[in-house]
């Protein structure tokens, strides 16, 4: 069951930060770098995203493993990051149809992407903090 636990929360691990990975890349591109020039590579984009994904993945599992034999409460961070997974993808699926919506609403023509990208930003921090209450919740 540890074996579980361990490649559970490494997959979790591993998509969070991924997904910290892609916003501050889009973030970062979107100020830097044309955004129209990244449709031609975005396979390429999305290929290397996933390697990243997976060698985070490997590199986690790693990590995990060895938390589990030092951390008497690894349940907890399991928990942690397994709960904080669902948010996380709830989070890319909302985001840029918020984006979209407050750009629509102010009338902010091609504003839509960095008002997504900044959606997810404020959202992360309060899945983060939801979660963190209610697994690290204060004992009374």
């Given at each position: 069951?540890?074996?579980?636990?361990?490649?559970?929360?490494?997959?979790?691990?591993?998509?969070?930060?991924?997904?910290?990975?892609?916003?501050?890349?889009?973030?970062?591109?979107?100020?830097?770098?044309?955004?129209?020039?990244?449709?031609?590579?975005?396979?390429?984009?999305?290929?290397?995203?996933?390697?990243?994904?997976?060698?985070?993945?490997?590199?986690?599992?790693?990590?995990?493993?060895?938390?589990?034999?030092?951390?008497?409460?690894?349940?907890?961070?399991?928990?942690?990051?397994?709960?904080?997974f669902l948010p996380t993808v709830?989070?890319?699926?909302?985001?840029?149809?918020?984006?979209?919506?407050?750009?629509?609403?102010?009338?902010?023509?091609?504003?839509?992407?960095?008002?997504?990208?900044?959606?997810?930003?404020?959202?992360?921090?309060?899945?983060?903090?939801?979660?963190?209450?209610?697994?690290?919740?204060?004992?009374?």
């Open positions: 069951m540890i074996i579980l636990k361990i490649i559970a929360c490494a997959f979790s691990m591993s998509f969070c930060f991924t997904s910290v990975l892609i916003l501050v890349d889009l973030s970062v591109e979107l100020f830097f770098v044309a955004f129209s020039d990244r449709y031609g590579y975005l396979s390429e984009w999305l290929q290397e995203r996933c390697v990243y994904f997976v060698v985070l993945w490997i590199f986690f599992c790693g990590i995990c493993a060895i938390l589990a034999e030092k951390l008497k409460d690894f349940d907890r961070l399991v928990n942690f990051f397994v709960n904080l709830a989070i890319w699926i909302i985001s840029p149809f918020l984006g979209i919506t407050i750009a629509a609403v102010f009338e902010l023509h091609g504003g839509d992407i960095l008002i997504g990208i900044c959606t997810a930003y404020v959202l992360a921090l309060i899945v983060v903090t939801e979660v963190l209450k209610q697994v690290y919740s204060p004992k009374t």
